[in-house]
């Protein structure tokens, strides 16, 4: 027996969205949506948003997780997965960055990098495609989420403003690093195209941007004042994935 007096949570809704509400308060649900048209109208929204994901991410849903990164092998040999990644991950590496980036320190080899990288792709690939939960703090809390990561990272954790370039914030998640915490923050286009900043400590005090790419997975990642920034993308050109990584740069660097 349901009661259809008791309020619709945003939960059951997002249940509903994903045919995973129970059957029995799926007619209550109607209901509600039936006299309330502005749930109504998020849940049409949820549902074409879905239907984008399901769309541009499907086919990495559907991809064989490699055997170098299956959770036995990380856990009992985490230095020959470091090494066997490296190869994979940095096949199409191309050291140097596009126009306006420059290095400002002694030049960092690659190495240093090579781990930050494939824990940038493989978390990228992990939350794109969640369409209920891909973060923790959602975007509407920005403030709320730049001082939670600042915090737990020791370092200053920004969220750029990259409205200009067609995105905003869904929000962000504190990750496991190589080396301690890791921020990640999460972007995402009118069309449900989604770009993903991951920050990690690192030795290196500054680098130029570089490119790196594994599967339909690419990122331009670059070192500044001992932090990492990999900003990655799926399936995006790299004019595209250039220019929301250009912007994420100039507002790092302004903001010092």
């Known amino acids: 027996m349901t009661d259809r007096n008791i309020p619709v949570t945003e939960d059951e809704l997002h249940a509903y969205v994903d045919n995973e509400l129970p059957a029995e308060r799926c007619g209550d649900v ?15 929204s949820w549902r074409a ?29 985490p230095r020959k997965w470091v ?23 002694a030049a960092t080899a690659p190495s240093a990098f090579q781990n930050l990288t494939v824990h940038a792709i493989e978390a990228h690939r992990l939350y794109v495609v969640e369409v209920r939960h891909p973060v923790e703090v959602p975007g ?13 990272c020791g370092w200053v954790v920004r969220a750029p403003e990259l409205t200009g370039a ?14 301690g ?31 790196a790419a594994e599967g339909k997975e690419s990122t331009l990642f670059w070192a500044d004042d001992g932090v990492v920034y990999a900003v990655v993308s799926t399936g995006v050109d790299r004019g595209r994935l250039t220019q929301i990584a250009q912007a994420v740069y100039d507002q790092m660097e302004k903001k010092g």
């Open 30 to 44: 109607e209901a509600w949506l039936a006299a309330h048209p502005d749930d109504a109208a998020r849940v049409q």
């Open 49 to 77: 948003m879905a239907e984008a994901l399901h769309a541009r991410y499907d086919s990495v849903i559907d991809e064989t997780v490699p055997k170098r990164l299956e959770i036995e092998r990380l856990v009992q040999q």
């Open 83 to 105: 090494y066997g990644a490296v190869a994979a991950t940095l096949a199409a590496f191309i050291v140097g960055g596009g126009t306006g980036w420059f290095a400002r320190g």
């Open 140 to 152: 509407s809390e920005r403030s709320h989420l730049q001082q939670w990561l600042t915090k737990r």
């Open 166 to 179: 067609g995105l905003k914030l869904v929000g962000g998640r504190l990750l496991p690093g190589s080396a």
């Open 181 to 211: 915490p890791a921020s990640f923050m999460m972007y995402e286009s009118a069309s449900g195209e989604r770009f993903t900043i991951y920050t990690a400590k690192s030795d290196a005090e500054a680098t130029q941007m570089r490119y």
